[in-house]
């Protein structure tokens, strides 16, 4: 239960293919739901899911807050991974992470 009696779904498996600006497409197997989230709890959601995957496959981090967007791609070099893309959606960004 949440703070205020409101339970929500952090990490959601739903797989799904996404079309980048370069024009490649990826498969992502995780999308992590930050959304209402604070730092440092973007960054740790993130951490964690890239310890759940294996090398090569991408999550999709859904963020609303401006300084966790600008937090998560240069913590991808000390998760090992690579920042694909940020891609701003109607109610959030969504940045797009593949582990290396």
Not at 25 to 49: E, F, N, W
Not at 74 to 90: F, I, M, N, Y
Request: aromatic residues 4%; charged residues 30%.
């Amino acid at each position: 239960m949440g703070l205020f009696g409101k339970t929500k779904k952090k990490d959601v498996d739903e797989r799904h293919d996404v079309t980048l600006s370069d024009g490649a497409t990826y498969g992502v197997v995780k999308s992590v739901d930050c959304l209402g989230d604070s730092c440092p709890r973007p960054q740790l959601m993130t951490k964690k899911a890239i310890g759940q995957i294996d090398v090569g496959e991408v999550i999709e981090v859904m963020v609303d807050n401006p300084s966790s967007v600008e937090a998560l791609p240069p913590l991808c070099d000390d998760l090992g991974a690579t920042h694909l893309e940020t891609v701003k959606d109607a109610r959030c960004w969504k940045v797009y992470i593949r582990k290396d």
